[in-house]
């Protein structure tokens, strides 16, 4: 069966530091990856996606970015964090075909506090 | 552009008790997918239904029922006889040409 794994669960980060986290996904080849933000405990925001190795798209303008060096590892990165980058990071998956009729998988979530 | 509301930000029920999760979308396509997910305190998105558009059959899965009207473009999510581990944030999903769209959420409190 499908896993996705991601980590670390929960970050705490001075301003101005760096940000990798990390996401990868077992028991599926190709599958469609997602990063996305929920702050203030609520509704979701899309950052990045990603259909292939090296291929990313991002939604938002902002001082992260995203990788995908391999098939099924997806990476959240800045090089200096703002205060706003605080929030609750979920990466998911899905299986990759068929478009958006697919349900996607959320890992356990990032939460991300910025001091 | 697809959209999806979820007018309801907070419901707060007495355990045992029936209560209905609203949610209503907009779109131009003629093919696209809903899902509701669960959001627990622990903070991880659990997909509980996909339905797609041409399938108004409502579904009954245990205490959970969903019912899924075109005609007023909601997709509607009962939890029967409430229990307080049903305790957290549920979302409405549209999948679409413009890729997969959340609502902001319900923010569901049973007490006991």
């Known amino acids: 069966s499908q896993t996705i794994h991601q980590w670390p669960a929960t970050l705490v980060q001075p301003v101005g530091s760096p940000l990798s986290l990390e996401c990868t996904v077992e028991?599926?080849?190709?599958?469609?990856l997602y990063w996305y933000r929920q702050a203030a405990g609520r509704g979701l925001q899309l950052l990045f996606y990603s259909v292939g190795i090296g291929q990313i798209s991002s939604e938002v303008p902002q001082n992260l970015s995203a990788s995908r060096p391999q098939d099924r590892q997806f990476i959240l990165s800045s090089k200096k964090l703002l205060l706003s980058d605080s929030g609750f990071y979920l990466c998911?998956?899905?299986?990759?075909?068929?478009?958006?009729?697919?349900?996607?998988?959320f890992g356990d979530g990032t939460r991300l506090s910025i001091l | 552009a697809q959209k999806v509301t979820q007018a309801q930000t907070e419901i707060s029920v007495v355990e045992k008790e029936d209560v209905t999760l609203d949610c209503v979308y907009e779109t131009r396509d003629t093919t696209y997918y809903l899902f509701w997910y669960k959001q627990p305190p622990s903070g991880e998105l659990v997909f509980l239904i996909r339905r797609n558009s041409f399938d108004e059959q409502n579904e009954i899965s245990g205490r959970y029922s969903w019912n899924f009207q075109k005609s007023t473009s909601s997709f509607n999510f009962t939890i029967t006889a409430s229990q307080v581990v049903d305790s957290a944030v549920y979302f409405c999903?549209?999948?679409?040409?413009?890729?997969?769209?959340f609502g902001k959420g319900t923010h569901l409190i049973i007490q006991p």
């Open positions: 999903a549209l999948g679409g040409a413009d890729g997969l769209t």
């Open positions: 028991g599926t080849s190709n599958p469609n």
């Open positions: 998911a998956w899905d299986p990759g075909v068929g478009g958006y009729n697919q349900p996607q998988h």
